[in-house]
């Protein structure tokens, strides 16, 4: 019995696509400059060959490809008329600046936000909430500055500290800052500029009283 390679009906994967316009994001990635000496592999497959990563939970670049290949026949419904190499994605994350990736998200999110739902949102107050924090992705520190004491055992891990800002009505940021495993948490306050009458919710790592006073006085308040 021979492989089925028609579908009636679009796999969930392209269903997700579909809510992304392509050539929108084929025009971040030309104003990015982020397709420029590229033959095959431009920013929209980049695009789609790593959030079909992050949605299988693949952990390196050879497991994405042997997904792929396990896929092959159904790639066409994706918009990759070709089989990706290793070395070829490998190339582009190392070659495509990663503010293409921040563009599209803040193209959905902007696109998006006003569908989004939450138990909040009908709460006069829910719209002027925002959650402050960070969370740290660890690799090891060959490839990344570590943070803190050496350990006793010799080992240490460095990374890359995300920063978010997320309205509570929404609950997916709107203010996303990556920086090393070693900066303090409240250099993101700096980046806040929000509506008069905002009210923040932070840990006790954000203390910062000059920045305090600088939101107080354009009626940010912090709890």
Not at 159 to 176: D, M, Q, R
Not at 179 to 184: K, P
Request: glycine content about 8%; hydrophobic content about 35%.
């Amino acid at each position: 019995m021979g492989k089925v390679t028609k579908f009636s009906g679009q796999p969930l994967y392209v269903q997700l696509l579909n809510l992304a316009d392509r050539s929108k994001i084929r025009k971040i990635s030309k104003n990015n400059g982020s397709d420029r000496y590229v033959k095959r592999l431009d920013g929209y497959i980049h695009f789609v060959a790593l959030l079909f990563a992050v949605l299988m939970r693949y952990d390196s670049l050879r497991e994405l490809i042997i997904g792929m290949e396990a896929e092959a026949y159904k790639l066409h419904h994706l918009g990759v008329n070709y089989q990706i190499r290793r070395s070829t994605i490998s190339d582009a994350n190392n070659r495509r600046n990663s503010d293409f990736f921040k563009d599209i998200y803040f193209y959905l999110y902007d696109k998006y936000k006003y569908l989004l739902s939450d138990s909040l949102k009908g709460k006069f107050w829910g719209n002027l909430l925002y959650i402050m924090d960070s969370t740290t992705i660890t690799l090891f520190s060959t490839i990344l500055k570590g943070a803190g004491r050496n350990p006793k055992i010799g080992k240490k891990k460095g990374g890359i500290k995300a920063h978010t800002l997320i309205k509570a009505s929404e609950n997916v940021p709107c203010i996303i800052c990556y920086t090393s495993t070693a900066t303090h948490d409240h250099c993101l306050l700096k980046q806040i500029n929000l509506p008069k009458g905002s009210y923040i919710t932070f840990d006790r790592a954000y203390i910062d009283y000059l920045e305090f006073e600088r939101l107080t006085q354009q009626g940010i308040l912090g709890v």
